[in-house]
């Protein structure tokens, strides 16, 4: 936990955000400034700040994030459509919550190369 993190405070129910998921490691909750019909956040509860910061440690963690990404995509109905997963990681990867999250984009024909 760290004070300033806001991705923390989310994780501690301090802004009353609505989970989507929620298990003993990880939180997933929609981003507040979608960028496709659907876009949702994947966070482990742990505060670790870039996915560069991971540890041999957190490797289940990792890959937990995406099978639960899996599993909030068949949720919402977009497992077959297909989606979109991404870790923006430090300045160049355009990461700006420095808590690790893993975003779940679908709804829509993606674009690639990506901005
Ligand atoms: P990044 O650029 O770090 O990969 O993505 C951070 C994401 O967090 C952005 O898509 C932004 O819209 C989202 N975000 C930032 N603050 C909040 C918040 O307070 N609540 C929610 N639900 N999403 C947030
Ligand atoms: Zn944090």
């Known amino acids: 936990m760290s004070d300033e993190c806001i991705f923390c405070k989310i994780a501690n129910g301090e802004f009353g955000t609505k989970?989507?998921?929620?298990?003993?490691?990880?939180?997933?909750f929609r981003d507040i400034n979608p960028q496709a019909p659907v876009h949702?956040?994947?966070?482990?509860?742990?505060?670790?700040?870039?996915?560069?910061?991971l540890e041999d440690s957190?490797?289940?963690?990792?890959?937990?994030?995406?099978?639960t990404a899996n599993k909030i995509a068949r949720d919402e109905r977009i497992s077959?459509?297909?989606?979109?997963l991404i870790f923006n990681c430090g300045p160049d990867g355009g990461?700006?919550?420095?808590?690790?999250?893993?975003?779940?984009l679908g709804g829509r024909?993606?674009?690639w190369p990506p901005g």
């Open 80 to 84: 077959e459509s297909g989606y979109r």
């Open 95 to 104: 990461q700006e919550v420095e808590h690790i999250h893993l975003h779940l």
């Open 109 to 111: 024909q993606m674009n």
């Open 58 to 67: 957190d490797q289940a963690l990792a890959g937990k994030m995406i099978l």
């Open 40 to 53: 949702v956040l994947i966070i482990p509860g742990k505060h670790i700040t870039r996915i560069n910061r």
């Open 19 to 28: 989970f989507i998921y929620e298990d003993a490691e990880l939180l997933a």
